[in-house]
């Protein structure tokens, strides 16, 4: 995510702007061939948080978990990259405090398998699985996709308004796509460097988001207030699974940031909205998953960890904050997180 097209890369002190996606699948990238891109759908139910991916739109309607019809707005093509590149050509700078970033779009994360309770089973269930899935996708500065150039693989991020002034048809792309483009890769000079795909009206494909699944090992955690009702504050619910998270390292003796946690919404029928924690493996070593049978272990570990040393008001580097949680500082909060976690709710 890093690396996507809009964002600026330092390289040996020069700052280069990522301008587009290699394109070769299985042959060195120093040959230029045409291959077969590895264009998919991806959705994420607003109901109960479940996502996926496949490869045609056509027929999935519904949520495969809970059969809750799908929006629009929770479908979206994505194309996964071979790898990125930088226009040689293009003017670098050596200003590294003018790079230019693109938001971070947290990552979709599924467990698979059957729902289980936790001892109190009013108080939430869980669910793990060695073949959960993490989808890490990017929509561009606007984060409305890209338009991809299938031909030499320059992209640029979707404009947020349509040009309603353009004449030629054109106005829903990015200028630099409404003319003639130069190729992202190869040759530049004489004949060569305009690319093929200027004068191909299906060449340039747009409203595409970058996007990679990765199967690894997940944990699922659905947690109950005292109330019966899923935890409805997100910083609360952050900070419980970044705690949880600590106390699953080190009860397992390893690092931190082998293990990554996030939240994600569900919907009640009592209440708008809730959130359930997600615990994933970054390199499906197994950590998450055999951790399943020992939550109320880890629930203890914790919470104890939320009573903070360094008695903080919301995060340390003593309790929740780390490197990975540095960027999400106002999703930490281990006062809510504790208030949550009662004495009554542990016992």
């Known amino acids: 995510r890093e690396y996507a097209p809009g964002a600026d890369v330092v390289i040996d002190g020069q700052v280069y702007r990522s301008a587009g996606v290699t394109l070769n699948w299985h042959a060195p990238a120093s040959v230029d061939v045409t291959q077969i891109q590895s264009i998919r759908q991806a959705w994420r139910c607003s109901h109960c948080g479940a996502s996926g991916t496949e490869v045609t739109r056509e027929g999935h309607d519904r949520c495969e978990a809970c059969g809750e019809p799908l929006k629009d707005d929770e479908r979206f093509t994505y194309l996964e990259p071979a790898g990125f590149a930088v226009d040689l050509y293009a003017a670098t700078h050596t200003d590294v405090s003018e790079q230019s970033f693109v938001p971070v779009a947290q990552p979709w994360i599924n467990a698979e398998g059957e729902w289980l309770p936790l001892p109190n089973p009013e108080l939430g269930s869980f669910r793990s699985s060695s073949t959960g899935r993490v989808f890490n996708h990017s929509g561009g500065v606007n984060r409305r996709g890209y338009a991809i150039c299938l031909e030499c693989g320059r992209a640029e991020p979707m404009p947020l308004h349509a040009d309603q002034t353009a004449k030629d048809g054109l106005g829903h792309l990015p200028p630099l796509f409404r003319v003639s483009h130069k190729r992202l890769r190869g040759s530049q000079g004489g004949l060569t460097s305009e690319c093929k795909g200027s004068h191909h009206r299906f060449a340039i494909k747009p409203n595409l988001h970058l996007g990679l699944e990765e199967v690894t090992d997940v944990l699922e955690l659905h947690l109950n207030g005292l109330d019966g009702l899923p935890i409805a504050n997100k910083v609360a619910a952050y ?29 009640h029928p009592m209440q708008e909205q809730g959130y359930v924690l997600v615990l994933y493996d970054h390199s499906a070593a197994g950590y998450c998953s055999s951790v399943a049978d020992r939550l109320p272990e880890m629930l203890h570990a914790a919470r104890k960890l939320l009573d903070c040393r360094a008695n903080c008001t919301s995060a340390c580097q003593h309790c929740l904050l780390d490197y990975d949680t540095r960027f999400r500082l106002d999703d930490l909060d281990r006062v809510a997180a504790a208030e949550f976690l009662s004495e009554s709710w542990m016992q």
């Not at 998270?245 to 919907?267: F, H």
């Open 239 to 267: 900070s419980i699974a970044v705690a949880l998270r600590g106390a699953v390292a080190s009860t397992l003796g390893v690092e931190i940031n082998e293990i990554g946690c996030d939240v994600k919404p569900i919907r």
